[in-house]
């Protein structure tokens, strides 16, 4: 258990539909990351919020957003879901974010059907 | 544009035996690589990890070796055991920005079976 939990487990909804993905880091965690892994694709980095704030963007979709709020918890928001956001998402934290404390630690996920 | 990548996406070897996964990345301004194991249903987990400052990082059975010129690097399991069946991931990490927070990249992963 890596001390990140992420709610739901899973979900499955329809296209043109909106979800919101839910994360807990570990306790003392400021930075939290997250991820999407469709089929037979690696890790792909979304986004990474460090104490509340937006830190560093990777290939996330307009439709989708994320917030951290002040208890650390994040949400990722997708909208207008189209089949291909079809996906395992996963949640990371880890105590900083910088080069000397950029250990992650991954929840178990959240397998988004979109039918 | 894949920045890290892992082309062998998947590996079949024998227990006792010597398995090798290779990464390679694109940016030389990558300083710090990390290796992650993932079991179905379960998010990944860390492994080991190098610095650009090293070429060699050993922790037990598992060692990682980076080679900088080829921007390369490969994990070593020695001897394979059944329960490292599993899909690797390598990932690369820099170069950071002016608070030094990083982006992080990975591979799209290596599933590795270790035959009894």
């Known amino acids: 258990d890596s001390g990140v939990t992420q709610t739901p487990k899973h979900l499955i909804t329809a296209t043109g539909q909106r979800v919101t993905l839910r994360c807990s880091p570990r306790?003392?965690?400021?930075?939290v990351y997250w991820y999407q892994q469709s089929l037979d694709q690696g890790l792909q980095f979304l986004i990474q919020?460090?104490?509340?704030?937006?830190?560093a963007k990777g290939n996330i979709l307009e439709r989708f957003s994320a917030q951290q709020f002040p208890d650390l918890h994040s949400e990722l928001n997708l909208s207008s879901l189209e089949l291909g956001d079809s996906a395992l998402y996963f949640c990371?934290?880890?105590?900083?974010?910088?080069?000397?404390?950029?250990?992650?630690?991954f929840g178990p996920g959240t397998r988004l059907t979109v039918l | 544009d894949q920045q890290v990548k892992q082309n062998s996406p998947s590996l079949s070897v024998q227990e006792g035996r010597i398995s090798i996964l290779n990464c390679d990345y694109t940016?030389?301004?990558?300083?710090?690589f990390l290796w992650y194991k993932k079991y179905p249903a379960e998010g990944p987990t860390f492994l080991i990890s190098?610095?650009?400052?090293?070429d060699k990082n050993e922790d037990g059975r598992f060692t990682v070796f980076l080679n900088k010129s080829a921007k390369h690097l490969s994990l070593h399991i020695v001897p394979s055991q059944p329960g490292d069946s599993a899909v690797y991931f390598c990932?690369?990490?820099?170069?950071?920005?002016?608070?030094?927070?990083?982006?992080?990249?990975f591979g799209s992963g290596t599933k590795l079976n270790v035959k009894p």
């Open positions: 990371a934290s880890s105590v900083g974010g910088t080069v000397w404390d950029n250990e992650q630690f």
């Open positions: 306790s003392g965690d400021l930075s």
């Open positions: 919020y460090y104490n509340g704030e937006e830190r």
């Open positions: 940016n030389s301004m990558f300083d710090y």
């Open positions: 190098i610095s650009s400052i090293k």
């Open positions: 990932a690369a990490s820099g170069p950071p920005d002016r608070h030094l927070f990083n982006k992080f990249y």
